[in-house]
């Protein structure tokens, strides 16, 4: 952080009258002794509004801090005043005619960042610049054009936020860049790849979200590797859709390409959290380059026209349904104007007998209501039983294979551009970027079980 | 070679930092439990690390260097030791409240002000001993004080910490970890520099042992303890020396660093009188000589050599070798001539220095890992006056060889340039690992405050003043009253401090306390009789206390169980859940023979030595070893004595 109003940063009630009789400030070099006879030296730091207000922190000399009471400091005296300037050295990107003209779109993700100590947050540093000074080898992969589209947190991303995003990206397209590369916070880089996966269609280019498990402010951090993968298949790859570029282990060995319909976070913090669902991934970056393993994709082609189709309708929602669900669950919904649900049923997609005439009551009042799997794994077959014909009977639209949340996103987007029940039908269970697919290849369900032998083999003889 | 050295004209200045595994039932950041290694893995994980900003925008040097290396990191894993926050996928649980509390309990008793507010921060470590790339590290405690010879010694600061990872190998660009020790809780004392010679660095290192283990919180054992030494003389500057195992060791690496550091003094004097006065002054020229040595005559020097050390090795393309095609470079230094066989510490020169660094940072480590002019090797002179030639070196320079992978040898040809440079100051900030010669080597530069910044994953933890006077109330004895007060009943110092550091004296406590034990003879007991029962394996440490002091009130009720106390121990070691009185009643002590004296006599009229030389003494000697078999514990031997030498004075 540089310079702040509030010379206090953080500190409120006891701690802050205190700090202020004191006459020292956040920044301060001081000198405190303790009513123990102990001398403490050094920096006091702002403190997170989330904290007491008892104490304050002190950064030590030797890098330490520390919090000290303020009914146990005897004497503070300010020997000096140092504002500390967090910057990311910047060196201007080096550019070479051979390379591929990548453009990073910011929305807040984590790639190259630095601490906010009031909340203990990652500040992301983004430009080409900042980046080339953290990830130096970016400079042997492209010329990179760097935008800031807004500054939000990945869980705070919306429908208004999907809209600038997706003109962005056509924007871009059309100046002539190479590849697209998003940087996104993980939460919900599933969803926004999803919905630009309907917004801009046609890519004449790689479109690619990218981010991080373990934030920049790391040793250890995947930032790095992951943008490194990121721009070179934004850059250099063949896949022209929208992707997410990700860990495949948790090892540092390569990224995997996700397709954005079909890709979902798995684990809340395992730098290999993103796996596709239902089917395979489309290939491997690493290194040496790429390993394309689902041969049916969009290649690149820079005579295709893009399609940026940034409409919604944020009136949709997802209903995770459980037993002993009540009906006035769905009427509230209804009540309160969603002209859209998605539910996330059991097994091949069902909800409990109570629930129906509630459901009959929201198409009625011309609520569209689509069935997908919270297994997430598998299609509906509302077929097979007398229950699922019923729910067929009173509106309900099967969307096979679509995973919960992408069917969300679906049908935000839908709904932007009619409400025409048939035509929301008809949208709905027509793919356009295999959020449904014809088939489900068997190893596009596995979940490896430890424990058993043949597991227990192949995993302590692989990178993890 | 100077190899003796008045440490009060150099200004020595030792400082420790001893570190000290708390005895917790899990580790510090997550539920695995703490304490358990293994030697197997059932999962590996690799890795890189990328320095990260300090807070103030700034990079740390260590980090930087460490990023030279390039280094793939490999962690081996498994199920029983570590979860997926040792692999650095899960953030940190909350600290774990017993190492905390054990924590502010050693402050205190290392007399330790308890700061109010705990802040774990993050402290950079490149090297990959830590898969997060740093430690989770708070102070506890500061400004303490123990009394320290006729003085006291300062304890600057108290840091509760999880440990590291154990090394398993290191060859190359590969780096191999086990996790099983990461996470650990230990803690770190902090002293003064204030230890002058290598005798009080000892002496104070096994102090504060003792004051650790009083608490009988800690780990002991192998790997338990260890320390990093930081050691200066006046004009050099602090090199600290890593993971010290033993005291002893402690002291003879103390005196080879002082020795190290004169040496690299006169070295920097020397520099500076041939005009090298500061690293703007240094100038290296560095030549690709890989031609002029493809043919030999240095075989040590040739593609097919390395390669074929290569694969007797088994190092892998990707993992251990670097990138690039085989090169030799030489780096010409002007005006070096003679300096890299100066005298460094005792058996090594200047160019261990730069072997030092070259196989750290370059990771260039095929032995001798480099080659220089002043030590070339012995029938190849005219290599060297080839060398010389090709790279216009004068009768002033020096020159050094490196080869290997060719990106490996531009970093050691900068690296090499970087040492001298360095030199013209002295001594570098180094760390340095130590070797059981008492000598070191150099690990990595010593890092500084900029590698630290706060755990943005841990929220700080305000410590309830109430709950700190508790455990103060509660603290055992400080070693040194313990020492006066068992010197006072006549126990040796030497006994005293065994039991202390091996938690031995709070059973003697308990035995005088509880069974109304004698102090000395308990202390005795428990530094002589089990430690010999224990080297003669019994299994001692499975009996209970509470055995200890039920047999401890059977001698007070009947002193002649005392006499047949090994006896005793043995059966109690044989089962452990017996109870002391039912393992004498077993063993059938306590109680006097009704016909002893009899028998004794019967003895005495019968029993003879199979070489008598005629005097009372060695008949009596013998009739007690045999009167005593069957009645040790039963009857007291002065009481067999006295019936003995009663008859024999009879009978002469
Ligand atoms: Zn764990």
Known sequence: MTSSPDPLKGYRGLARERLAAWG???????????????????????????????????KLKNGYNVGLHVDRVATIEEVGYREAHYKIP????????????????????????????????????????????????????????????????????????????????????????????????????????????????DSPVPIVLVGSQRSSDRPSSDAALNLIHAVRAAGEGPIAEVQICMFGPTSDRYGLLHRGTRCRKMHSSYRSTFRTIG?????????????????HFRRRDPSRRVKVDPVYDDRVTILYYHPGMKPDVVDALVDAGYRGIVIAGTGLGHVNKPLYPALGRATAAGVHVMMTVQTLWGFVQMYVYETGRELLDLGIVPLDNMLPETALMKLGWVLGHTHDREEVTRMMQTPIAHEITEREPHNGYLILQGGLPEVEEFVTSHWK | MQDSIDYRAVGLKVGLEVH????????????????????????????????????????????????????????????????????DDTPPFLVNEEALEIAVEQCLMLGCDIVDEVHIARKQYLDGSIPTGFQRTAVVGVNGRIPFRDRELTITQVTLEEDSCREVSDRGHLIVWRTDRLGMPLIETVTGAELRTPEEVEEAILLIGRVCRSTGHVRTGLGASRQDVNVSVAGGRRVEIKGVPRAALAARLVHGEAIRQVNLLRIRDELHRRGLRSADDVVSHVHDVTELFREGPLDLLTEARWRSWLESTGRRPGFEVGTGPFSVRAVRLPGLAGILAHPTQPGRTFAHELAGRVRVIATLDQPPVLLHSEA???????????????????????????????????????????????????????????????????????????????????????????????????????????????????????????LIRRGGSRLVDRLVEEAGADLKRAALFVARDLKAARRGGLAVDEIPDGAWVGLFALFGERPVLWEARREIVAALAASPALEPAAAVRELGLGEPPGDWEARVLELAATAHPDHPDGSVEQRLRFLMGRAMRGLRGRVPAREVLAVLRGQLEVQA
């Open chain 1, 90 to 201: 910047e060196q201007e990107f080096p550019r070479r005619d051979d390379l591929p003209a990548v453009t990073l779109l910011g929305t807040g993700g984590t790639i190259a960042s630095r601490l906010d100590y009031r909340t203990g947050a990652v500040i992301p540093a983004f430009t080409p610049g900042e980046l080339y000074g953290a990830v130096p080898e970016l400079a042997d992969l492209c010329n990179l054009t760097t935008k800031k589209i807004f500054g939000v947190f990945s869980e705070n991303m919306s429908w208004p936020e999907y809209a600038t995003l997706a003109r962005a990206i056509g924007e871009e397209i059309q100046a002539g860049a190479d590849g697209i590369v998003i940087g996104h916070g993980t939460d919900t880089m599933g969803h926004t790849a999803a919905v630009l996966s309907f917004m801009v269609q």
């Open chain 2, 20 to 87: 000290q595994q708390l005895l917790t039932a899990r580790k510090l950041f997550c539920r695995c439990p703490a304490g358990l290694y293994t030697r197997e893995h059932d999962g590996t994980v690799l890795r890189h690390m990328r320095p990260t900003l300090s807070e103030l925008g700034e990079y740390d040097g260590t980090a930087l260097m460490e990023f030279k290396t390039r280094k793939n990191i490999v962690y081996l894993l498994h199920r029983k030791t570590t979860c997926t926050y040792e692999m």
């Open chain 2, 376 to 498: 070339w090797p012995a029938g190849a002179g005219e290599s060297l006056e080839a060398l010389r030639r090709a790279t216009g070196a004068g009768p002033e320079d020096a020159l050094v060889v490196v080869w290997g992978a060719a990106d490996d040898t531009e970093t050691a040809a900068s690296e090499i340039r970087l040492r001298v440079e360095d030199a013209t100051e002295g001594v570098p900030l180094e760390t340095r690992q130590p070797f059981p010669d008492g000598s070191t080597d150099f690990e990595r530069i010593l890092p500084g405050p900029d590698r630290m910044y706060p755990d943005t994953d841990s929220p700080p933890h305000a410590l309830d003043p109430a709950h700190v006077e508790r455990l103060r109330a509660a603290l055992p004895e400080p070693p040194w009253e313990r020492e006066a007060r068992y010197a006072a009943a006549g126990v040796p110092l030497d006994e005293t401090r065994f």
């Open chain 1, 24 to 58: 020292v400030r956040v920044w301060s070099d001081v000198r405190v002794v303790n009513t123990a006879g102990s001398t403490f030296e050094g920096v006091i730091l702002p403190r997170s509004e989330t904290f007491d207000d008892l104490h304050v922190v002190l």
């Open chain 1, 279 to 295: 089917a395979i991934p489309l290939g491997m970056v690493g290194r040496e380059g790429f390993t394309i393993l689902d041969p």
